[in-house]
């Protein structure tokens, strides 16, 4: 539960990966793994949070502290059962917590990968003056880019860990499945939580969904 505990669990996430999975396998030290796992994805998401909110200062840098970790999580624990479910039913041979054992490593590197790009995404807001369209559509479309690879990241880590610890294939199916409910659930999550780089409301009322909305930015923006 320490601050060391956090910081060996991202450590041997990025170095130690093989060593990371060995024991998932074995399901060696899984609550200690699991808890600081999640408290890492927690802090350094909060984090580049604060980064996001610094756009538009003042409450908005708290909101999106609380923000960011709320939407990894509620994304990673709602595809969960899905991955879980799907992977018994087509023949995987792992266990709840080892799957959750994997998805929350996913997330703990989306996490740090988003860390590494804190002083990308100041360095942006601090000289990239105004506040007009153009200013926000570019921040917006920073961060959107940022996690996207912050995602794939995750993605490639969430795909060595299930092949790492599956004694078979059967998995493969099922956690395209799992991994779909994942990608829509973080996607509209996201819309639901905003907005990020406005200085208004902790959370704006329920209309349309991410992609309606991404595609009449570009479109916008394209259209000057």
């Given at each position: 539960?320490?601050?060391v505990g956090v910081l060996k669990v991202?450590?041997?996430?990025?170095?130690?990966?093989r060593e990371v999975l060995a024991k998932i396998k074995s399901g060696e030290n899984?609550?200690?793994?699991?808890?600081?796992?999640?408290?890492?994805?927690?802090?350094?998401a909060a984090i580049y949070g604060a980064t996001m909110g610094a756009y538009?200062?003042?409450?908005?840098?708290?909101y999106d502290v609380i923000k960011i970790p709320l939407?990894?999580?509620?994304?990673?624990?709602?595809?969960?059962?899905t991955y879980y479910v799907l992977d018994a039913f087509s023949g995987g041979d792992i266990s709840l917590r080892q799957t959750a054992a994997v998805i929350v490593s996913s997330f703990a590197i989306m996490s740090i990968i988003l860390l590494a790009f804190v002083p990308v995404s100041l360095f942006f807001t601090l000289t990239t003056p105004g506040q007009g369209f153009s200013t926000y559509a570019f921040?917006?479309?920073?961060?959107?880019?940022?996690?996207?690879?912050?995602g794939i990241a995750g993605l490639a880590y969430q795909v060595s860990g299930m092949e790492s610890i599956h004694s078979n294939s059967r998995w493969a199916s099922a956690f395209v499945l799992g991994l779909l409910v994942q990608i829509f659930v973080g996607t509209q999550m996201a819309?639901?939580?905003?907005?990020?780089f406005d200085a208004g409301p902790f959370i704006r009322p329920l209309e349309g969904n991410f992609y309606i909305a991404l595609i009449k930015l570009i479109a916008r923006i394209l259209g000057g």
């Amino acid at each position: 539960m320490s601050g060391v505990g956090v910081l060996k669990v991202a450590e041997d996430l990025l170095r130690r990966r093989r060593e990371v999975l060995a024991k998932i396998k074995s399901g060696e030290n899984l609550n200690s793994f699991l808890l600081n796992a999640n408290l890492a994805t927690i802090l350094f998401a909060a984090i580049y949070g604060a980064t996001m909110g610094a756009y538009a200062g003042g409450l908005q840098i708290l909101y999106d502290v609380i923000k960011i970790p709320l939407l990894l999580l509620i994304s990673l624990y709602v595809a969960l059962p899905t991955y879980y479910v799907l992977d018994a039913f087509s023949g995987g041979d792992i266990s709840l917590r080892q799957t959750a054992a994997v998805i929350v490593s996913s997330f703990a590197i989306m996490s740090i990968i988003l860390l590494a790009f804190v002083p990308v995404s100041l360095f942006f807001t601090l000289t990239t003056p105004g506040q007009g369209f153009s200013t926000y559509a570019f921040t917006v479309l920073l961060n959107v880019g940022i996690f996207a690879i912050a995602g794939i990241a995750g993605l490639a880590y969430q795909v060595s860990g299930m092949e790492s610890i599956h004694s078979n294939s059967r998995w493969a199916s099922a956690f395209v499945l799992g991994l779909l409910v994942q990608i829509f659930v973080g996607t509209q999550m996201a819309w639901v939580l905003r907005p990020y780089f406005d200085a208004g409301p902790f959370i704006r009322p329920l209309e349309g969904n991410f992609y309606i909305a991404l595609i009449k930015l570009i479109a916008r923006i394209l259209g000057g």
